[in-house]
């Protein structure tokens, strides 16, 4: 089922959760809603699900107004963050709810909701915790009983709200590999939120990031992390050096130094942003008049590459972030020669920049 | 050897737990064992007329009736208090918060007084009923009436922390599974509150029982009508028959701990099946 939504608003009191935003999501994708929290993400899901209703704007699903549709009639399967199993019934039972809840007329008889619900738990691996309560399982099985459940009504999109926000680290990981293959097998449209950028890029077809309420990009997760393409998808995806200054020529000044930027279309003296990821950024020694200056604190080499973690300089640091990270390949760190506590200057290739504002 | 059993990370099993047998016996048990000791000194036959007297008997059916029934009613009401004091914000919430500790505070004797008056035939709510030959004051309504206006509070605050703790997740969970408001209610949320609804009642029918202050003034106290069995009680203390008395409060100490028993029971059977005890 595809997903329209169409010029959603919604405040609470005076704060704007969601600003004008519009989203297009094709069928049978597994879309990952990412932002820092407070950007508004769990709102657009909820609001989707019909949980919230947008005080402007309508959501289409499968080419159908459902903006005034309650929850019950919208074929939504929800999964939440805390799982809101229901206590007092086996996992069976919590399994079985939304078939025994149905009209009697489109109720199915008992023995088919047996085997429908045994069939499901088959596909969560978890069919020998049948006649379990929820207070007897780990977090993990918790929240995969929670997506039986969902799957159960045959939705026709599954919207989960940090389903793995409340589980630790270890579980996480399989469990999002677990989420990912289960779509493969099912193909159903999904939509999750998460905060975790790893977890949006790894398991999701397409990412959604939000920001204040607005969307910023929209993209695989190739493009958001190799293409940003405002000011926020780059500073909040993966590691990123941050410069922030004024435009003088061929370079950006930030503080004393000067950083080459190999861009034509600027004009002198606008405020910008400039960013570079590690791995596109260098170490050089010696006064060779560019680059910034930065003290070096540790090598980590604990890894294929080296990770230098540099201290900003004085004036630097008016730029937000006071570290920046570096990545050598042995040969040039052999070539280096680097101490701790030693002042060198850093510079990249491909710097990308925006403008203060935008 | 005192090492190698009970190696507890919690000190002091013995110490509390003597501590709460101590506590209890002097408390509870010796007091109420006073009341069985006195009633066997008379003998089984005058135990037996004493305890199954017509009078009394009727009595017993119209005590613990109608405190079952007053704690029944209070249960459907005190839910909708509750469920309207957590849910909704409204103005003067807290008030209406605070008035419902009030049948607690009153001493019972006021309330009573204040009850017949509201509901004799020319008070201001008796009269109205008046008209239809239905009189409250002086009948076993008038009883029920006091014994929901004291067992009220139990219901709203054995239920209202459940209530504050139950998630609107799982209303929305069952929402989006389809489940109408009705059968959600039925379905999920009732069923979350009934340990906490078990023990009001519980905590309401004791009360009820044992409710002597506020009833006497609006029972009228009719033989085989409206008395109570607290009342019988004092009627024998009065006249000196303190053997008569005890094997009356025998009974009725029985009975009521057997009730008690019965839904303590059924509270820990619903509290299990929630999942929270195991």
């Known amino acids: ?358 | 050897m005192a090492y190698a059993h009970a190696r507890r990370v919690l000190p002091g099993f013995g110490l509390s737990l003597g501590f709460t047998l101590a506590y209890l016996s002097l408390i509870v048990l010796i007091p109420l064992s006073a009341v069985f000791i006195k009633s066997a000194g008379m003998g089984w036959q005058a135990f037996l007329d004493a305890a199954t007297g017509p009078r009394v008997v009727a009595s017993y059916k119209l005590s613990f009736g109608t405190s079952l029934l007053a704690a029944a009613i209070n249960v459907v009401f005190g839910l909708l208090l509750a469920w309207g004091l957590v849910r909704y914000t409204f103005p003067g919430k807290k008030l209406v918060d605070a008035l419902i500790d009030l049948p607690f505070a009153l001493p019972t004797a006021v309330a009573g007084i204040a009850l017949t008056a509201i509901y004799a035939k020319n008070g201001w709510v008796g009269q109205l009923f008046e008209p239809f030959g239905i009189k409250i004051a002086f009948t076993p309504i008038g009883i029920l009436i006091a014994l929901i206006f004291i067992g009220l509070p139990f219901i709203v605050r054995t239920v209202q922390p459940i209530l504050e703790d139950l998630d609107a997740e799982f209303e929305e969970a069952a929402a989006s599974l389809g489940a109408t408001r009705l059968q959600t209610f039925r379905r999920v949320v009732f069923p979350t509150l009934l340990p906490a609804l078990l023990t009001g009642f519980a905590l309401a029918f004791a009360r009820a029982v044992g409710e002597y202050g506020s009833v006497i003034f609006i029972a009228g106290n009719i033989p085989f009508v409206s008395e109570i069995t607290p009342l019988m009680i004092i009627t024998k203390l009065e006249q000196y028959d303190y053997e008569g008395a005890t094997a009356v409060a025998s009974v009725m100490l029985i009975v009521s701990f057997l009730l008690l028993l019965v839904i303590n029971g059924l509270q820990a059977w619903t509290s299990r099946r929630t999942g929270r005890e195991a």
């Open chain 1, 1 to 358: 089922m595809s997903i329209e939504v169409r010029n959603i608003s919604k405040s609470f009191g005076a704060f704007k959760a969601l600003d004008n935003v519009s989203l297009d999501l094709p069928s049978g994708e597994l879309i990952a809603l990412l932002g820092p929290s407070g950007c508004g993400k769990t709102t657009l899901l909820r609001i989707i699900a019909g949980l919230e209703y947008a005080d402007q704007g309508t959501v289409i699903l499968s080419g159908q107004d459902a903006s005034n549709k309650h929850v019950r009639d919208r074929h939504v399967g929800f999964v939440f963050q805390h799982y809101a199993l229901f206590r007092h019934m086996t996992v069976f039972e919590n399994v079985a709810f939304g078939l025994r809840v149905k009209p009697r007329a489109a109720r199915p008889p008992e023995k088919e909701i047996r085997a429908k619900v045994r069939r499901l738990l088959e596909l969560v691996q978890l069919d020998w915790l049948a006649d379990r309560f929820p207070a007897q399982l780990s977090g993990g099985q918790r929240q995969r009983i929670a997506l039986a459940r969902a799957l159960a009504v045959e939705p026709q999109v599954l919207l989960l709200d940090e389903p793995f926000g409340a589980l630790d680290a270890k579980v996480r990981k399989e469990l999002r590999r677990w989420l990912r293959r289960l779509h493969d097998e099912l193909h159903i449209s999904s939509v999750f939120v998460t905060h975790d950028q790893e977890e949006a890029l790894e398991v999701a077809d397409r990412v959604v990031l939000m920001n204040k309420g607005r969307i910023e990009q929209i993209g695989s997760p190739r493009e958001i992390y190799n293409e940003p393409a405002t000011s926020f998808a780059y500073g909040f995806i993966g590691t990123v050096n941050e410069f922030r200054g004024r435009v003088e020529g061929g370079y950006v000044r930030v503080g004393n130094d000067l950083l080459p930027h190999g861009r034509t279309d600027l004009s002198d003296g606008s405020a910008v942003v400039a960013f570079a990821r590690p791995h596109e950024t260098e170490i050089i020694k010696g006064e060779i008049g560019e680059g910034v200056e930065a003290k070096v604190n540790r090598i980590l080499t604990n890894g294929a590459v080296t990770r230098v973690e540099l201290i900003a300089n004085g004036d630097a640091r008016e730029g937000r972030k006071d570290y920046f990270e570096v990545e050598v390949t042995p040969d040039d760190l052999a070539a280096l020669s680097l101490a701790t506590g030693e002042r060198v200057r850093i510079r990249s290739k491909r710097l990308s920049l925006f403008g203060e504002n935008v």
